[in-house]
């Protein structure tokens, strides 16, 4: 019942996109987040997408599966739709009795949604074009400055990768547990919130103490392997800029420059 | 009373690149009081098979029939089917969960309805059945050592009192003693009870000595069903998917091959001793 | 000279009751004494419980002695210094593949104990090549971990100690967890690294069939070392390891058996040839 689920996973193939420096992509991800919020009309928005469409190409990820991504979200979408588009106060267009459509909520709803579908195609983009484990190196770089203030940067970054690579095998593992239960007569579709929270019970508890065995034997494990912190650590792949990466820094910051523009001049 | 799969089949991420048949055209029927070996590679589509037998999984095709009723009829009771076809799965941890072990064997009992009085006697009968120490009934249950969880947890099935009761590697991670002792304990609860007891292994050895028919699943299909006798006479076969006869049977065939009168059916220590001892005009 | 030397070795467990306080004392290794020579292919069997695994982690100094000593190559384990060039020098692989596989991609995982030794980059990639390929894995050192097999996963984990190039590994029941075809993968790349790399082995198990190929044998049961001798002597010795909680294979047994029913037939019979030769039918 967990097989369909496509947030957050690489896709493998041969790009430039794949290939940047995932640091460059974690620094145009934010760019590209701020431009959604700066653009705001027709032209600001058609260059977002023109912009949004180029990198789709260059990622060699098929739009299909990026939009399979989304179909999870196509209730939270339409009903952020729906909210905006009744609630909002204006100048009535349509009514339908005590539901009345502004002009302004037509506006707000359409916006809303261009922005949410803008968002999460973009920075999906991201996690489908990095490995969880460049990503991860990526910020530990990118926040490596952050170690003056005592913020234990290298031992985040490792949470995560740890985190990435438990989370299929404790996805499966809570499938075997919940088949177990259920030969026992346990219940997991029963109504009510307080029947349901007890149901639980059978399936977290097992979840947990594994959860914490598996953690005790992978800290045993990285001690037989030398870890001893971030101390002393050499790279088997360490991040290094090429020329594409330059450069792609130079086409992010232009890309907003030039969005800035448009949206003021135009 | 018995269970019957009529061309059962299962597949899973249909209409993907990636479909994978786990059960392909599958009909058996178990009936009642059988003492079952299932034997396959991992990925052979055992452990499927054996989630269809009470309904974990739901075939893509075909019908399974319980008692003469179609499982998968609208109005039928798939949760009740759960408690008349117990099943413990390999890994005890994945099902013990209460803070001592009695209250956890408690739990199915509980869940079929039943009030806390009959819940506890069946809790007694259950851990009593399986040998369970009188003086661990109040410990937690991760407390326990391998062989005592694995007990806790067949315990945690009986209490439901099902009339098949499905193990599936039920002596994984166990050391040679505790695996006896386990395998001991299920042959004696087959013959006491006199209940239907299918065991999944990939061990050909711990089979043989106890069940009565073997069926060996291969790439999602049944590829033999017979006696332990039946199934390893036919050893070269066997050895084509990978899987191999006891040794001391091979041994009987080695004798066979170089003319020798014995029964290359002697599966077990015990007969294989009996045939060469009979050779040497011995009568043990 | 010895790879590694423990002498009278004992490891104490403080068993503490619900509020902490001690309550009393286990012995978990009662004064064992054991010897492996550089080179050498070592089992260890025991069953769950027997003190074994207790052993394998003083061994790689996650454990050190409450008494007695234990040298591996040379350096004293209970020395805190020592921690990191010991585990270097004897690396070890669990039980579970799962939960001592770290990175999300074979080559990485591999790749993570040369990183914490401070190898060069260069160096690294040079050192996870060569033994990815000593496990027949180089084929997969892309993939993720979670789509290979029991076997497999094992492999990459043997991989990931080798890349430390260790003079010795010990092997912590590596198979308790595998089906028979991933047992023999796993043993057999064991012999492998043996024979061809000269590592020196230690491999600890339940399994009787994985120690048939040893140069030595010592049995445990409650913290002790209670039996050893090469393979043969020790299969021998049918009644003896079943009083250990041992068993011996089918064929060591059909001989021990027909010996007892007045066959004259030797003990420590290993396969199913040498119990042909010695059946003796006219």
Same mark, same amino acid.
């Given at each position: 019942m967990f097989r369909e689920i496509t947030i957050g996973q690489y896709y493998p193939a041969d790009s430039l996109l794949h290939r940047l420096d995932p640091r460059v992509k974690l620094f145009g991800t934010i760019i590209y987040l701020i431009s959604i919020f700066v653009a705001g009309d027709i032209f600001s928005f058609a260059f977002l997408a023109l912009f949004l469409v180029m990198i789709i190409r260059l990622s060699k990820v098929p739009f299909s599966y990026m939009v399979k991504g989304l179909r999870g979200i196509v209730l939270l979408l339409v009903i952020a739709g729906v909210f905006n588009l009744f609630m909002t106060p204006g100048?009535?267009?349509?009514?339908f009795g005590p539901l009345t459509i502004s002009d302004v909520g037509l506006k707000n709803a359409v916006l809303m949604t261009a922005r949410m579908i803008f968002l999460i195609i973009g920075t999906s983009i991201m996690t489908l074009t990095t490995t969880p484990n460049q990503l991860t190196d990526g910020l530990e770089t990118s926040l490596a400055p952050l170690t003056i203030f005592n913020v234990p940067v290298h031992e985040i970054a490792l949470m995560m990768s740890i985190a990435l690579r438990f989370i299929p095998i404790l996805v499966e593992e809570t499938d075997k547990i919940m088949k177990a239960q259920m030969a026992r007569?346990?219940?997991?579709?029963?109504?009510?919130i307080v029947r349901k929270a007890k149901a639980m019970v059978p399936l977290l508890v097992p979840l947990f103490v594994s959860a914490f065995r598996r953690a005790s034997d992978l800290a045993l494990a990285m001690e037989a392997r030398?870890?001893?912190?971030?101390?002393g650590r050499t790279k088997m792949k360490p991040l290094h800029y090429e020329k594409e990466d330059r450069l792609s820094y130079v086409v992010i910051i232009s890309y907003l420059i030039l969005l800035i523009v448009i949206r003021i001049v135009l | 009373m018995s269970l019957i799969l009529d061309k059962v089949s299962y597949k899973y991420?249909?209409?993907? %690149?990636? =479909?994978? &048949? %786990?059960?392909?055209?599958v009909s058996l029927e178990i009936k009642d009081g059988q003492f079952i070996g299932i034997i396959g590679h991992t990925g052979s589509g055992k452990s499927t098979l054996i989630q269809h037998l009470n309904g974990l999984l739901k075939a893509t095709e075909g019908v399974i029939y319980y008692n003469g009723q179609d499982?998968?009829?609208?109005?039928?009771d798939l949760k009740e089917l759960r408690t008349q076809v117990g099943m413990v799965f390999q890994y005890p941890e994945h099902q013990l969960f209460e803070t001592t072990v009695f209250e956890d064997v408690k739990f199915g009992p509980k869940n079929q309805g039943l009030d806390d009085k009959e819940a506890t006697l069946r809790a007694y009968e259950a851990l009593r059945s399986v040998g369970?120490? =009188?003086?661990?009934?109040?410990? +937690? #249950?991760?407390?326990? +050592?391998g062989g005592q969880k694995r007990r806790a947890a067949i315990a945690g099935v009986l209490a439901m009192k099902p009339a098949v009761l499905i193990l599936d =590697? #039920? &002596?994984?991670?166990?050391d040679p003693k505790g695996r006896d002792e386990i395998l001991g304990l299920i042959k004696k609860m087959h013959e006491k009870s006199g209940n239907t007891i299918i065991l999944v292994s990939h061990s050909m050895e711990d089979v043989a000595n106890y069940v009565d028919r073997i069926i060996v699943m291969n790439d999602a299909k049944v590829y033999m069903d017979g006696t332990p006798k039946e199934v390893f006479s036919q050893a070269k076969d066997l050895e084509e998917i990978g899987l191999a006869v006891p040794e001391v049977t091979y041994f009987m065939m080695e004798l066979k091959a170089k003319?020798?009168?014995?029964?290359? %059916? %002697? &599966?077990t220590v015990e007969e294989a001793k009996r045939e060469i001892l009979k050779l040497k005009g011995i009568n043990a | 000279m010895n790879i590694i030397e423990a002498k009278q070795l004992v490891h104490e467990f403080f068993r503490r009751d619900e509020e902490g306080n001690i309550e009393g004392i286990q012995v978990a290794l009662d004064k064992v004494d054991l010897k492996v020579e550089a080179g050498q292919f070592i089992s260890i069997l025991g069953h769950n419980g027997s003190g074994k695994s207790t052993l394998a982690k003083h061994i790689n100094a996650l454990l050190t002695p409450s008494e007695g000593t234990l040298y591996v190559d040379g350096k004293d384990?209970?020395?805190?210094?020592n921690e990191l060039a010991i585990r270097q020098s004897a690396g070890m692989v669990f039980q579970n593949p799962d939960n001592q596989?770290?990175?999300?991609i074979v080559e990485e995982d591999v790749g993570f104990g040369p990183e914490n030794m401070g190898v060069p980059t260069d160096e690294i990639w040079e050192r996870v090549e060569r033994s990815l390929k000593s496990v027949g894995m180089w084929k997969y050192?892309?993939?993720?971990?979670?789509?290979?097999?029991g076997g497999q996963k094992q492999r990459v984990a043997i991989a990931g100690v080798m890349a430390m190039e260790p003079k010795c590994i010990i092997l912590?029941?590596?198979?308790?967890?595998?089906d028979p075809d991933g047992r023999k993968e796993v043993i057999k790349v064991a012999h492998e690294l043996n024979e061809k790399k000269g590592v020196t082995v230690i491999l600890i198990t339940h399994?009787?069939?994985?120690?048939?190929?040893?140069d030595y044998v010592y049995v445990m049961d409650k913290g002790k070392v209670v039996m050893e001798g090469d393979p043969r002597n020790i299969f021998s010795r049918v009644e003896e390891l079943q009083s250990h909680r041992m068993d011996v294979p089918q064929i060591t047994l059909l001989a021990h058996e027909l010996r007892n029913s007045g066959l004259d037939i030797p003990e420590g019979i290993l396969t199913r040839e040498e119990l042909m030769n010695v059946l003796n039918l006219g």
């Open positions: 100048q009535a267009l349509v009514e007569g346990a219940d997991f579709e029963s109504k009510g030398c870890y001893h912190g971030g101390e | 991420s249909t209409g993907t %690149a990636y =479909e994978v &048949t %786990a059960l392909d055209n499982i998968y009829d609208k109005d039928y369970f120490p =009188e003086d661990y009934y109040d410990q +937690s #249950p991760f407390d326990l +050592s =590697e #039920p &002596t994984a991670g166990l003319g020798y009168d014995v029964d290359v %059916a %002697a &599966t | 384990t209970s020395d805190g210094k596989i770290i990175a999300s050192h892309a993939h993720s971990p979670n789509k290979l097999s912590d029941e590596p198979t308790a967890m595998l399994y009787m069939e994985e120690v048939v190929g040893s």
